[in-house]
């Protein structure tokens, strides 16, 4: 298994750091939109999200796989972006019919106000669309993106 080499933990810890990060301005960002320009969540999120693969992309290469610059930054960025464009394939299903289905849940079983509601529901969907899609993006990421390196 790949996770059983101790070099490739430390790689998928530096990744869940980067992916971490990342899931702090893809929250950021999701809200600003949200709660500032009023913005759906499935397009706030499609913008949370090109600003956290970029960033992702950008410290996964220079700390995570500094080894793995034997391809053009374009064309690696270009094969990160599709892997995670991929993903989106699952992200964005899940936040236009998960969230509804959560604000409800939040509204009854917490009785809360329906915005109270609306802030958690949105932020547990995209936590639970960045914790699928994060499996998914290591290890198509280690064996196509990032698989010129032992």
């Known amino acids: 298994m790949i996770l059983a080499e101790n070099k490739e933990r430390i790689r998928f810890m530096k990744f869940a750091t980067v992916g971490a990060l990342g899931a702090a301005i893809d929250f950021g960002v999701m809200n600003l939109m949200t709660h500032l320009f009023d ?30 610059r034997s391809r053009h930054f374009l064309h690696q960025l270009g094969m990160f972006f599709l892997v995670n464009a991929a993903g989106i394939a699952f992200r964005i299903p899940t936040l236009h019919f998960v969230e509804p289905f959560m604000t409800g849940m939040f509204e009854k079983a917490g009785h809360l106000s329906n915005a109270t509601a609306q802030f958690l529901a949105k932020n547990a969907t995209l936590a639970f669309a960045i914790g699928v899609v994060m499996v998914w993006n290591f290890f198509i990421n280690r064996y196509w993106t990032y698989n010129d390196i032992d």
Request: charge should be positive; hydrophobic fraction near 45%; proline fraction near 3%.
């Open 39 to 68: 913005m759906k969540l499935v397009y706030a999120g499609t913008i949370s999200f090109i600003c956290a693969v970029i960033s992702n992309f950008t410290l996964n290469r220079y700390w995570t796989y500094p080894d793995s």
